[in-house]
Structures are given as C-alpha cells and as structure tokens.
C-alpha cells in the first residue's frame, strides 16, 4: 500500500465520531512483514467504542466463513469488529496456508501478532477491546490473554476453542497419517536440542499438510507435549471475565461441555452449549452466539 493510501486510511479513522458503518482492510508493519486484517465499524461508531479483535484457527485466515459471518451480525448488532489473519511467516498473507508452502512458524507466534494488533488499536483510540479466538485461534487468544494483563482487554471469548491431551493428539496422528508421531518428534526435539531448529524435515505430514515441508522448530512447537494448549486449563488463570462457546455437534473438538463446566461459575467463566452447532456455528446457530456476545459485552 502507498503511503498516500496509508495516510488517507488512517484520516478516515480518526474521523468525527459519529459516521456510517465502514469495512476497510488494516495493515500494520511487524517484524519486518506486514499484517492484514478487516476492520468493520458498525453505524455511527467509531474505534472509541468497544471493538472485538478476533482470531481464526488453524491456516485459515480472517475471510473465513465464521469470521465473515459473525462480522455481519455483530455489526448489526451496532459492535465493532477487528478480523485479523495471523501471518504464520508469510508477509501480508491472504486465503487459507498452501501446503505446499514450507512451513516456518510456531503455535506461540499468535501471542506477538495479538499484542501488536492491540498495540495498534490503541494507537486508533480504542479504549475497550474484547478478544475472540475461534478453534486453534481460540487457545491462542486464551494463552495470550494469561500471559499478558491488558487493561483495554475487557474480556475474552472463545468460540469451540482448541483442547488437547498427549494421548489423542498421537492418536489422532496415527489416524490422519497412518504413522507414529513420537518418532517424528524424536527427530526434530534432537534437531533443536543440537541448535539445528531451522533445518528443514522433508516430506513430512504437518497439521492438515500432507508430505509438507517444515522446520524442525516449527514440527516441536505444533506436537511437543504442553498443557497450554489444553483450553479448558487455562480459564481459570485468565484475568478478563471469559465465555466459552461449545457446539454439541462439533466433532472436530470434542469434550468441552464436559470439559469446561467444572470450572465455570456463571460469571467470571462462562459456558454455552449450543444445541445442533457443529464447528463453525453456520446459520442460526451464529446468530445464537452473535446474541450472547452482546449480552456479554452488556454485563
């Protein structure tokens, strides 16, 4: 983007107050890459009201169905919303991850992207930000958020968010790839342990990729055995009062609606089950959550 294009975005955000709904591409400039997202400010709203930022889930990016979809009904809601799409190494990156695209990134590096876009919505005048994670993006909003006290972030919401145990995850590999993980992740723990983190394993199954191409780093930080991307263990530690959403058809995570509840209270965590949702919340059931959200964010 020119930088007259720049300057006309960032004058047409720091318009009067009041305005009509505007939906725009953001950019931002970090670590040497840029950093795009979809800014949609509901009627007569600016960044001084409160906005969600919210994050997609594993390789997808923010044009997303259930980005897309509650954008939409969030907006006619009269809310704000911030849809980024994390870069995973790749600068300005746009559609779901190629797989035939060598993968160099981390679980973790979300937590920096978050940040950076807070950072950047201060800059814009927000006062009040609620963070959204979807699926993978929803472990990563939960860890970030027990790591970093911000004082913007006024909640959480995490819609089917990542769960995970060591035994599934290595079941769940035997299943997709009809080989073992352990010895897999022998390799690249040996790699990284010999400071050879960046060498690359070749034709290699990676996540949803099939005979990818991965770093070493990257292969450890997705599968090496961690309890933070457990979800359900990690409400209890975040500062923010949080909703947890679950579908009682999603087969893609199950186990929240037993999961989560033990530590839900009603009010600092809080648990919806949604009746007949499947992963992505299609339809009315979007609707279920956008309505549950605004009444969150009314609390």
Known sequence: MSNILRLIGTLFLLAPLSQPALAQEVTLD????????NLELADEKSLADPVILMVHGTLAHNGMEIQKTLQEMLRERAVNTLTITLSLGISNRKGFYDCAQPHNHQHTDALAEIAAWIDWLKGQGSKTIYLLGHSRGGNQVAWYATENKQPLVKGVILVAPMNWDEQSEAVDYRKRYEKDLAPLLADAEKRMAEGKGQEWLEHTDFIYCKDTKVSAASF????????????????????????????????????????????????????????????????????????????????
């Not at 970090?30 to 997202?37: D, I, P, R, S, V």
Request: net charge negative; charged share 25%; proline share 6%.
């Open 30 to 37: 970090f670590q040497g890459m840029t950093l795009n997202g």
């Open 220 to 299: 450890v930080s997705y599968y090496k055995p961690d309890k933070r991307r457990h979800t359900p263990g990690l409400l209890k530690s975040i500062p923010q009062k949080t909703l947890v959403f679950a579908g009682s058809a999603d087969t893609s995570v199950v186990g929240l609606e037993k999961q989560v509840p033990p530590v839900a209270d009603g009010e600092h965590i809080q648990f919806q089950l949604i009746d007949g949702a499947d992963h992505f919340f299609r339809d009315l059931y979007a609707e279920d959550v956008a309505d549950a959200i605004l009444a969150f964010m009314a609390e």
